[in-house]
């Protein structure tokens, strides 16, 4: 659902209709970093710290994201 999301937002996200492509280019490298690094980090620390510890990891994940939208959504009100 997410990656559906963020491919639907990015036309809107980006400042020039030119810039589109470099923008999607962009999200889907960052889907796929991801797929790949995100096991292999929760696997480690699974390993190391036991199957409580990776919530933390996705944790702190759900909260740079969420302040990274809310940076993003105050500098495009600025901007607007």
């Known amino acids: 659902m997410l990656p559906a999301t963020i491919l639907a937002a ?3 996200a980006t400042p020039e209709p030119t810039l589109l ?3 999607l280019g962009l999200v889907m490298q960052g889907n796929y ?3 790949v690094i ?3 980090a929760l696997s480690a620390i699974v390993a190391a ?3 409580a ?3 933390w990891l996705v944790l702190a994940a759900a909260v740079s994201g969420a302040l ?3 940076a993003f959504l105050s500098r495009r009100h600025k901007a607007g």
């Open 38 to 40: 995100g096991p292999v």
């Open 33 to 35: 970093l991801g797929q």
């Open 21 to 23: 492509p470099l923008s």
């Open 53 to 55: 510890a990776p919530a």
């Open 49 to 51: 710290a036991g199957w």
């Open 68 to 70: 990274l939208a809310l």
């Open 10 to 12: 990015t036309p809107a």
